[in-house]
T-cell receptor, first 116, second 110 residues
Framework: EADIYQTPRYLVIGTGKKITLECSQT?????MYWYQQDPGMELHLIHY???????EKGDLSSESTVSRIRTEHFPLTLESARPSHTSQYLC???????????????FGPGTRLTVT | KNEVEQSPQNLTAQEGEFITINCSYS?????LHWLQQHPGGGIVSLFM???GKKKHGRLIATINIQEKHSSLHITASHPRDSAVYIC????????????FGQGTRLTINP
């Protein structure tokens, strides 16, 4: 079982609010990812981190921002939530430490966000 | 054309049937991933393979690098196998950023 956690699991929030989705992993992985998935649709990478203080945008343009100040923590922030941000957000990590397989990505349980 | 194509998009079968899900990709890869997404949304990595075949319990994954094609098989299917199965490959060979197929929604009826 993967040691990667996301909070909250579900969030319903009004338009204009600032929100932060939390993601933490205890596997010592250097690479972390944020994916966005609309219902019934495929996953799209929105943010990627190679390691501490290293982040880049993914394939799908997103108004969210991320930070990577600590190896284990990769939060995603929306400064002003809008209904178009309603989606599921999944965090993942990969690396080569310990018993975890090289390059295999381990996913968190996801945060289902609804902006009203 | 998508870089990763899965077929079928939806599959309904009876308990006990042998299931095959196919994945074709157009990018050069170092490894292909098969993932399982449960109705609650959580994703589990099933296989990562770069050649030949891998088996885990009732699940078998095969890949043909030359033909850029992979299959996921489920033997003696069970209702708890009902989920969305997703194929993913690195966009750039050797990289870890993945491109995902649209998924195959599998329903196994008792």
């Amino acid at each position: 079982e993967a040691d990667i956690y996301q909070t909250p699991r579900y969030l319903v929030i009004g338009t204009g609010k600032k929100i932060t989705l939390e993601c933490s992993q205890t596997m010592g992985h250097d690479k972390m990812y944020w994916y966005q998935q609309d219902p019934g649709m495929e996953l799209h990478l929105i943010h990627y981190s190679y390691g501490v203080n290293s982040t880049e945008k993914g394939d799908l343009s997103s108004e969210s921002t991320v930070s990577r100040i600590r190896t284990e923590h990769f939060p995603l922030t929306l400064e002003s939530a809008r209904p178009s941000h309603t989606s599921q957000y999944l965090c993942a990590s990969s690396g080569t430490s310990g018993r975890y397989q090289l390059y295999e990505q381990y996913f968190g349980p996801g945060t289902r966000l609804t902006v009203t | 054309k998508n870089e990763v194509e899965q077929s079928p998009q939806n599959l309904t079968a009876q308990e006990g049937e042998f299931i095959t899900i196919n994945c074709s990709y157009s990018v050069g890869i170092s490894a292909l991933h098969w993932l399982q997404q449960h109705p609650g949304g959580g994703i589990v990595s099933l296989f990562m393979l770069s050649s030949g075949k891998k088996k885990h319990g009732r699940l078998i994954a095969t890949i043909n690098i030359q033909e850029k094609h992979s299959s996921l098989h489920i033997t003696a299917s069970h209702p708890r196998d009902s989920a969305v199965y997703i194929c993913a490959v690195p966009r750039i060979q050797g990289a870890q950023k993945l491109v995902f197929g649209q998924g195959t929604r599998l329903t196994i009826n008792p």
